[in-house]
């Protein structure tokens, strides 16, 4: 069986896969009010850049994935575009599929789908979106694949992540932050001290921004690129399908 990191622990492949799982059928209901109390709201301008830089149009079609609970959907649907919702939880999507009604939004289509074996044909999609999902997929080679599969010829791949901090003098106080304060915050306020201690470990085992674009490049994508943004406390990563 093959061993993958979960946080800073070794486990099997599919004891990860059940282990997230479990995090996101815990936290979902509280997952968004957590995402302002850990970025201070920041996560906010930070997706409304990753879909200015995707520049959605109306005749296109979309695909989220790990986008259960609408964020970036809610974004992506102002341009006309016709949106597909993925998430490998359903208790993620149902937040999701309930935050639309309350918006009066219908033109949504919310899936369960496992980014590492997609159930869409090949070019079935204009563009693909990953907001803070794609660390926690088990095979991530494998997932960005898929993405290169489903894409059309000329699409593009925007993901939205966080990264490795590279101001100087900084790191060690974000460690000590994200590390000692957020899974207190996870305790409080999602009443889930040990989901959020996972969180933020996964933080740490994902590869830093330029190790993750050479995985999209050797995935098949072309024109990689990536954005830090607050000093590599997340980027941006793209790709295109040529």
């Keep these: 069986m093959t061993q993958v990191s979960y946080g800073f622990q070794t486990v099997d492949a ?3 896969t059940r282990r997230v799982r479990s995090v996101f ?4 209901q509280r997952y968004d009010i957590m995402n302002d109390f850990m970025s201070g ?10 879909v ?3 520049r959605p149009r109306a005749s296109e079609h979309i695909f989220d994935m790990a ?4 964020d970036i959907a809610f974004r992506l649907i102002k341009s ?4 597909v919702v993925a998430d490998i939880n359903p208790d993620m999507l149902a937040v999701g599929a309930a935050r639309a009604a309350k918006r009066n939004l219908h033109n949504l289509e919310w899936r369960e789908e496992n980014a590492e074996a997609l159930s869409f044909a ?11 999902g794609i660390r926690n997929v088990t095979d991530i080679p494998a997932a960005l694949k898929q993405a290169h599969r489903v894409l059309k010829v000329g699409g593009r791949f925007f993901c939205l992540e966080f990264s490795q901090q590279i101001w100087p003098g900084a790191a060690a106080l974000y460690d000590a932050y994200s590390l000692n304060i957020v899974p207190k915050i996870g305790k409080l306020v999602a009443r889930d001290e040990e989901a959020y201690r996972y969180l933020v470990e996964s933080i740490r085992k994902f590869p830093a921004a330029p190790e993750f674009a050479g995985m999209l490049t050797t995935a098949g994508f072309a024109n990689v690129k990536f954005e830090r943004l607050l000093g ?11």
Excluded: C, N, P, Y
């Excluded at 709201?41 to 990753?50: A, E, F, P, Q």
């Excluded at 006309?80 to 949106?83: K, M, Q, S």
């Design 122 to 132: 090949d070019g079935a999609f204009d563009a693909m979106t990953i907001a803070f």
């Design 25 to 28: 059928d815990r936290v979902a």
């Design 232 to 242: 590599g406390v997340v980027a941006i990563h793209s790709g295109w399908k040529i």
């Design 14 to 16: 599919d004891e990860k």
């Design 41 to 50: 709201g920041l996560h906010r301008l930070w997706k409304d850049r990753l």
């Design 67 to 70: 986008g259960g609970t609408g």
């Design 80 to 83: 006309g575009a016709h949106v």
């Design 52 to 54: 200015a830089q995707l």
